[in-house]
């Protein structure tokens, strides 16, 4: 019987840690695309996403750009090209830093 109880509990943390980590990603996405320069086709903005990938004992929070050849440059600069680094994605993350905070100690405090 308690066997099943800490069971059904290791279910339940892990539950809520998938949520949080849906719910970062989500925030994440949306702050990265909000931030992200827009040029003349938004293809930049478009093209910014988020992934979230739950192990057994863990979860991952990707954010990015995918197929924009162009986005590291536009996000770190280049010296070469004389283009200053517009960090929409590194911003987004530093700048929610306590709304992350917030959605991890709401998300996995129990009830």
């Known amino acids: 019987m308690k066997n099943l109880k800490f069971q059904q509990a290791i279910k339940d943390v892990r539950s809520k840690r998938e949520k949080v980590a849906n719910e970062i990603g ?3 996405e949306r702050e ?3 931030r992200a320069p827009v040029g003349e086709t938004g ?3 478009r093209s910014t ?9 863990s979860s991952d929070v990707e954010v990015g750009t995918n197929n924009v050849e162009y986005a590291e440059v536009v996000h770190e600069g280049s010296v070469v090209r ?3 680094g517009q960090p929409y994605i590194r911003d987004a993350i530093e700048q929610n ?5 917030q959605i991890i100690a709401k998300g996995m405090s129990p009830k």
């Open 97 to 101: 830093q306590s709304n992350m905070q």
């Open 43 to 45: 293809h930049l903005r």
């Open 82 to 84: 004389n283009i200053t």
């Open 49 to 57: 996403g988020s992934e979230v990938k739950h192990n057994e004992d």
């Open 32 to 34: 990265s695309k909000m």
């Open 26 to 28: 989500m925030l994440m």
